[in-house]
C-alpha cells in the first residue's frame, strides 16, 4: 500500500479524516478500509472521512466525497462540508475566500474566514411534523426534515442529563423512518438552542452536527422557539444557523481548522 496522506480537521467537535483527492489514488470502494481509519483507538480515529478534489464542473470548484465511519457514502455533511471547504482554502485549491463545493446532495456556495467557515445549504425537503413516533410524554415531537440526510427532532426541556446512547436507537432505526434518521434532543436556552445529535453512520452520539443542527433550528422556528439567526450550542462548540422565511436559504456558520497532518503506510 502506498504512503497516504491525510489531514485530520474538526469542526465544533466533529472530526474527519480529509484527504487531498486530486490524484484520485484512494480505494474509496472498500467500505471496511475507511471503517478501519475511522476506528477509535485503533486507526486514526474520526466521525467520517472525506475525499476533496477538483470539481469536473463549471458551477463548482471544489468536490466533496463523503463517509460515514462505518465506511458507507453518505450524500451530505454539514461540518465535513465546512472542512473540505477549509481545506481547499488552505492547499490553493480555490482563488479568493469565496467559492462553491459540490456535495452528492448538491451545489454550496462557501465563504472561508480565518477561523470560521460559512456554508449555504440546499434547501430542506420531507418536512413532516408528526411523524408519530414519540413514546416520551413529557417530550415534544420536532419533526422530522431532510436536511441532506434525514433528522429527526425531539423538543425536551434540558438535553445536558440525557443518556443519548439509550434512548436514542429505537428512533433511530424506527419503521416510520426506511433510511433511518439522525436524532436529535433540542432545549431552548436564553440565547438560542442546545443540541445533541446520535448520527447513523457513526451509530452514536457525535460531539457536533452540522445537518442536524440546521433541522433542529429549522423546526424550532417552525414551532415558534427561535428566529434566524439562531445561536447553536452543541458538545464540541457553538455554531449558528440563518435562515429566512422560506429556507429557501440556509447557512451553517462556525469553526473549522486543520488539528494535524499524517501519513499511513
Given at each position: 500500500?502506498?504512503?497516504l496522506h491525510f489531514f485530520k ?12 483527492h486530486r490524484q484520485k489514488h ?127 427532532v425531539i423538543f425536551v426541556d ?108
Amino acid at each position: 500500500m502506498r504512503p497516504l496522506h491525510f489531514f485530520k480537521m474538526a469542526g465544533t467537535g466533529n472530526d474527519f479524516i480529509v484527504i487531498d483527492h486530486r490524484q484520485k489514488h484512494f480505494e474509496s470502494g472498500n467500505a471496511s478500509w475507511i471503517a478501519s481509519l475511522c476506528a477509535r483507538r485503533t486507526g486514526v480515529g474520526a466521525d467520517g472521512l472525506i475525499l476533496v478534489e477538483s470539481a469536473a464542473s463549471a458551477e463548482a470548484d471544489v468536490r466533496m466525497h463523503y463517509f460515514n465511519a462505518d465506511g458507507h457514502r453518505a450524500s451530505m455533511c454539514g461540518n465535513g462540508a465546512r472542512c473540505t471547504a477549509r481545506l481547499a482554502h488552505h492547499l490553493g485549491m480555490v482563488t479568493g475566500n469565496r467559492f462553491t463545493l459540490l456535495s452528492d446532495e448538491g451545489l454550496h456556495p462557501v465563504t472561508v474566514f480565518e477561523n470560521r467557515v460559512a456554508l449555504t445549504m440546499t434547501a430542506p425537503t420531507g418536512l413532516n411534523l408528526t411523524p408519530g413516533v414519540l413514546e416520551n410524554p413529557r417530550w415534544r415531537e420536532g419533526g422530522l426534515i431532510d436536511t441532506g440526510v434525514p433528522h429527526y427532532v425531539i423538543f425536551v426541556d434540558d438535553v445536558s442529563g440525557l443518556d443519548i446512547e439509550q434512548i436514542a436507537p429505537p428512533y433511530r432505526r424506527h419503521p416510520a423512518f426506511p433510511e433511518g434518521a439522525n436524532v436529535n434532543f433540542v432545549s431552548k436556552t436564553g440565547s438560542g438552542l442546545s443540541v445533541r445529535t446520535f448520527e447513523r453512520g457513526v451509530e452514536g452520539e457525535t460531539l457536533s452536527c452540522g445537518t442536524g443542527c440546521v433541522a433542529s433550528a429549522l423546526l424550532a422556528a417552525r414551532a415558534g422557539l427561535v428566529q434566524s439567526p439562531v445561536s447553536i450550542e452543541t458538545p464540541g462548540g457553538q455554531l449558528e444557523v440563518q435562515f429566512d422565511a422560506h429556507w429557501s436559504r440556509v447557512i451553517l456558520a462556525g469553526p473549522a481548522r486543520i488539528i494535524y497532518s499524517g501519513q499511513i503506510g
